[in-house]
């Protein structure tokens, strides 16, 4: 873990999103409220089965505006029984203690832009703080999710905000012939883009988004998944 100070945290609330998918809130487990946090924020957890393992970075999901406690959308895509997402979808119980990290920003949002938000798989759970705190019904946002299935993608979005957001789920075939200039491509280039997901992803939508017109002050990325500059970077096929 980080060298920020340990905070000690407890399962507060469990709902299962779908089979590999679970939306966990944690309350703080010594004081009345957990520290504020900005959208786009992540936490780094510690689960007690596997002590001394590295922790593992979640972005906090809920209302910035609320920090009585965090709400995590955890998804377990690679069916790794031994990994912290499986051990927290499939054994977690209410109740259990958990140490977490203080937030660290990722990426910050400007409320006032209409927007594009790219995201591969959950890495789109960077970007749903931000949603669950504006008044998204007064936003024109679009969010194009790129999934391995249909039911990847809605195993993560909840129903009330997929009502109020423009969302084109783009699902990737086996061997993927798919380029992300094709997302961008005739769109607004006076609107800022937004990326969040692997790496890969990351590169991909930055080189794709230059070659198309964008300036670099538009191309928005999470730099906890990627804290460098993606032009150093070589550009993904994707």
Same mark, same amino acid.
């Given at each position: 873990?980080?060298?920020?100070?340990?905070?000690k945290?407890?399962?507060?609330?469990?709902?299962?999103l779908?089979?590999?998918?679970?939306k966990?809130?944690l309350?703080?487990?010594?004081?009345?409220?957990?520290?504020?946090?900005?959208?786009?924020?992540?936490?780094?957890?510690?689960?007690?089965?596997?002590?001394?393992?590295?922790?593992?970075?979640?972005s906090?999901?809920?209302?910035?505006?609320?920090?009585?406690?965090?709400?995590?959308?955890?998804?377990?895509?690679?069916?790794?029984?031994t990994?912290?997402n499986?051990?927290?979808?499939?054994?977690?119980?209410?109740?259990?203690?958990?140490?977490?990290?203080?937030?660290?920003?990722?990426?910050?949002?400007?409320?006032?832009? @209409?927007?594009?938000?790219?995201? !591969?798989? $959950?890495?789109?759970?960077?970007? +749903? *703080?931000?949603?669950?705190?504006? =008044?998204?019904v007064?936003k024109?946002?679009?969010?194009?999710?790129? @999934?391995?299935?249909?039911?990847? !993608?809605? $195993?993560?979005?909840?129903g009330? +905000? *997929?009502?109020?957001?423009?969302? =084109?789920?783009?699902?990737?075939?086996e061997?993927?012939?798919?380029?992300v200039?094709?997302?961008?491509? !005739?769109?607004?280039?006076?609107?800022?883009?937004?990326?969040a997901?692997?790496?890969?992803?990351?590169?991909?939508?930055?080189h794709?988004?230059?070659?198309?017109?964008?300036?670099?002050?538009?191309?928005?990325?999470d730099?906890?998944?990627?804290?460098?500059?993606?032009?150093?970077?070589?550009?993904?096929?994707?």
């Amino acid at each position: 873990m980080r060298s920020d100070p340990v905070i000690k945290a407890a399962i507060s609330d469990m709902e299962a999103l779908s089979e590999k998918a679970n939306k966990i809130s944690l309350i703080s487990g010594e004081h009345d409220r957990l520290p504020e946090f900005s959208p786009g924020s992540n936490i780094e957890v510690s689960i007690p089965a596997r002590p001394g393992d590295e922790p593992r970075p979640f972005s906090i999901t809920s209302d910035a505006r609320d920090a009585s406690h965090y709400q995590l959308v955890v998804v377990d895509n690679q069916d790794d029984h031994t990994s912290k997402n499986s051990w927290l979808i499939r054994k977690a119980r209410l109740g259990d203690r958990l140490d977490i990290s203080m937030p660290r920003c990722g990426m910050t949002f400007d409320d006032n832009e @209409v927007a594009y938000f790219i995201a !591969g798989g $959950s890495g789109v759970t960077a970007f +749903l *703080s931000h949603f669950n705190t504006v =008044d998204i019904v007064s936003k024109q946002y679009q969010l194009f999710h790129i @999934v391995n299935s249909e039911s990847d !993608g809605s $195993s993560i979005i909840d129903g009330n +905000l *997929s009502s109020h957001i423009d969302i =084109d789920l783009i699902v990737f075939p086996e061997n993927p012939a798919f380029k992300v200039k094709a997302v961008l491509k !005739g769109k607004d280039r006076s609107k800022p883009v937004y990326v969040a997901g692997p790496t890969s992803l990351i590169t991909a939508v930055y080189h794709a988004a230059l070659e198309l017109g964008w300036t670099e002050d538009k191309i928005n990325w999470d730099r906890y998944a990627l804290p460098d500059n993606p032009a150093e970077v070589e550009a993904s096929t994707m």
